[in-house]
């Protein structure tokens, strides 16, 4: 048969599938709802939203058999962004088209059972030509979707956790909006941890976020140029040990934890506690420091701009000593605290003689001027070496 000969029987198949395109699209619909196990479920998509789109690729589909133009896609793409909004994933919406277009093909058959075997031929043809761009065309506008979600929440998410960080939410329901878009609970206990980055605008602890969800721990993260800054959920004394510990395994650099606190409203001061701690001196071979939240510690860590600057004169009097000396002397002062005045003690943990300890104390009173049996002056010497320790 020649080709003006195919073009009007394939022109009779398709005025007769439009002729019944009500009722085809009905058909189509519960081909889909019965054989894709998730559209026949009530949650994902409802029955007539299935129908409406499978009628509008319908009449999009027989409109270009007829005039033999090019397919109109719009309806894929519509369909593409609406299933990727609704969380329906993609390849059940994939399976519905190959669903949709095999019944499709067996209806343009039957319409077609008295054509020439050229007819059915073209028509088949393009069917299938069909079925694989409005299946291709979908799938792109699904992903264009879920990329363009993907970079909005990662833009919200940002925004909120930067609320936090820096005491923007004010409001309670602020704070249950954040943690439930967060992935957080509203309330504590929680950390603050500051990690330092091994080069600006890289990750100071890649992948943390997972390594802690693996661990039963649920955090938020924000990436800045020199700091990596996470807000961490922790239910047990236990669960926060195995958070320092996967710190003190995966960080390679400088490591600040605040002490926990419990009112999400309060993470703006627990991140200064944190670079107050990921700032200050770090024991031995430990890349990881914990806020001690003290009371003490807690006074010389509120203001550091003032705490520094009141205690500057006060170790003005050592800089005619050698940094070893120093050294020397600030640790000892350190560890008679810790043993509570006691002598011994100290000398035991500091290798050397109780006598030594008291003489490398009145050197400190003679240094400084104050007196450890006055209790004033002692609070005060407490308070400078707490701030020495921390901050300078």
């Given at each position: 048969?020649?080709?003006?000969?195919?073009?009007?029987?394939?022109?009779?198949?398709?005025?007769?599938?439009?002729?019944?395109?009500?009722?085809?699209?009905?058909?189509?619909?519960?081909?889909?709802?019965?054989?894709?196990?998730?559209?026949?479920?009530?949650?994902?998509?409802?029955?007539?939203?299935?129908?409406?789109?499978?009628?509008?690729?319908?009449?999009?589909?027989?409109?270009?058999?007829?005039?033999?133009?090019?397919?109109?896609?719009?309806?894929?793409?519509a369909v593409g962004i609406e299933r990727a909004r609704e969380d329906v994933p993609l390849a059940a919406v994939m399976e519905a088209y190959r669903v949709g277009f095999h019944r499709l093909w067996e209806a343009v058959l039957g319409a077609a059972s008295s054509a020439s075997a050229e007819a059915q031929q073209e028509l088949t043809a393009k069917v299938l030509a069909a079925q694989g761009l409005y299946t291709d065309t979908m799938a792109a506008g699904y992903r264009d979707e879920q990329t363009r979600r993907l970079q909005s929440e990662t833009a919200a998410r940002a925004a909120l956790i930067d609320a936090l960080l820096h005491g923007r939410l004010f409001d309670q329901w602020s704070v249950w909006e954040a943690a439930d878009y967060l992935r957080l609970p509203t309330a504590g206990p929680?950390?603050?941890?500051?990690?330092?980055?091994?080069?600006?605008?890289?990750?100071?602890?890649?992948?943390?976020?997972?390594?802690?969800?693996?661990?039963?721990?649920?955090?938020?993260?924000?990436?800045?140029?020199?700091?990596?800054?996470?807000?961490?959920?922790?239910?047990t004394e236990t669960q926060l040990t195995n958070v320092l510990g996967l710190l003190s395994r995966t960080a390679t650099t400088r490591v600040g934890v605040s002490?926990?606190?419990?009112?999400?409203?309060?993470?703006?001061?627990?991140?200064?506690?944190?670079?107050?701690?990921?700032?200050?001196?770090?024991?031995?071979?430990?890349?990881?420091?914990?806020?001690?939240?003290?009371?003490?510690?807690?006074?010389?860590?509120?203001?550091?701009?003032?705490?520094?600057?009141?205690?500057?004169?006060?170790?003005?009097s050592f800089a005619e000593l050698a940094e070893e000396e120093q050294q020397v002397l600030f640790e000892t002062f350190r560890v008679w605290v810790e043993t509570d005045g006691s002598l011994r003690a100290t000398g035991e943990l500091l290798f050397c003689h109780p006598n030594t300890v008291r003489?490398?104390?009145?050197?400190?009173?003679?240094?400084?001027?104050?007196?450890?049996?006055?209790?004033?002056?002692?609070?005060?010497?407490?308070?400078?070496?707490?701030v020495h320790r921390r901050l300078l």
């Open positions: 048969m020649n080709n003006g000969g195919t073009r009007r029987e394939i022109a009779t198949v398709v005025r007769a599938l439009a002729g019944r395109a009500d009722q085809l699209a009905e058909e189509l619909t519960r081909a889909i709802t019965k054989e894709v196990v998730l559209y026949g479920t009530s949650a994902p998509v409802p029955l007539p939203v299935v129908e409406t789109a499978v009628a509008q690729h319908l009449r999009a589909i027989l409109a270009a058999l007829t005039a033999s133009e090019d397919f109109d896609t719009a309806p894929a793409t929680f950390v603050v941890i500051a990690a330092q980055a091994p080069a600006l605008g890289t990750e100071a602890l890649p992948e943390i976020e997972p390594k802690l969800r693996s661990l039963d721990v649920f955090s938020a993260w924000w990436q800045l140029p020199e700091l990596s800054i996470g807000i961490v959920s922790f239910r002490s926990r606190f419990d009112d999400l409203r309060d993470t703006a001061q627990a991140l200064r506690y944190a670079r107050i701690a990921l700032r200050g001196r770090a024991e031995p071979d430990a890349l990881v420091t914990v806020f001690d939240s003290s009371i003490l510690g807690t006074a010389a860590a509120s203001a550091p701009e003032v705490t520094t600057k009141l205690v500057a004169p006060l170790f003005d003489y490398r104390l009145h050197r400190i009173e003679e240094r400084t001027g104050r007196s450890l049996s006055r209790p004033r002056d002692l609070a005060e010497l407490c308070f400078a070496f707490e």
